[in-house]
């Protein structure tokens, strides 16, 4: 069975500094990844997937197959990055997403 | 205006009693999805489906049901048998293979 860990429940960083939320999985077959984002009073709400290698808000995350990782980074923290975050695995049998715990990022001033 | 809409936003429950969330999409999307939300512990697949009247458990189906009648539509009941449902629940749905989830804003279930 897939499993996703994200072992920080609360990041907090100074605005400007570089962020990095870690996301581990463990999966037999070949994974596509996500991040997902909820800001306060807000819908979750699909920030990146690893398919597209896009940046998003100035966020990438890039897969690790052989650490089986898929950490989100971004250079420069902005307050408006304030949220919760969780990394999500998609099976290969289905259309199915498993979250892991989700981290809370504060970006304080 | 597309999107996914649950309902209510904030529901009570006394203990013994069954209740049910409502979830409709116009996105034309194929699957939906039942998710868990509690402190901690991230979201937590309690149903899905990917077709009219076919739904599979997810990993914390008991005390749960669903009925999946319209491609619109997928309510969640909340059974008596449910040890502990104060929760909040999201549903989501998507277009089978499409990678990627719409969510709903959320039904908060507090029982009292």
């Known amino acids: 069975a897939q499993r996703v860990t994200q072992p920080e429940k609360l990041l907090s960083v100074f605005k400007g500094a570089p962020v990095e939320l870690k996301c581990n999985y463990s999966y037999s077959g070949s994974p596509e990844l996500f991040w997902y984002v909820q800001y306060s009073r807000q819908r979750l709400q699909l920030l990146l997937r690893?398919?597209s290698r896009e940046s998003i808000k100035g966020f990438t995350a890039d897969l690790n197959k052989g650490e089986t990782s898929f950490h989100l980074k971004k250079p420069f923290a902005q307050e408006e990055d304030s949220a919760m975050y969780y990394c999500?695995?998609?099976?290969?049998?289905?259309?199915?997403?498993?979250f892991g715990g989700g981290t809370r990022l504060m970006v304080k001033p | 205006d597309g999107g996914i809409t649950q309902s209510p936003k904030y529901l009570f429950r006394k203990e013994g009693q069954n209740v049910t969330l409502s979830c409709e999409q116009n996105l034309n999307h194929d699957a939906m999805y039942w998710y868990r939300q509690d402190p901690g512990q991230g979201l937590r697949l309690i149903y899905y489906?990917?077709?009219?009247?076919?739904?599979q458990k997810g990993d914390i189906a008991e005390g749960y049901s669903v009925s999946r009648e319209k491609k619109e539509s997928f309510p969640l009941t909340v059974t008596s048998a449910q040890k502990n449902p104060t929760a909040f629940y999201l549903c989501?749905?998507?277009?089978?293979?499409?990678?990627?989830?719409?969510f709903g804003s959320g039904t908060r279930l507090t029982v009292v």
């Open positions: 690893h398919i």
């Open positions: 489906s990917q077709i009219v009247n076919d739904f």
């Open positions: 999500a695995l998609e099976d290969n049998a289905g259309n199915m997403l498993t």
């Open positions: 989501a749905s998507s277009i089978i293979n499409n990678y990627g989830y719409t």
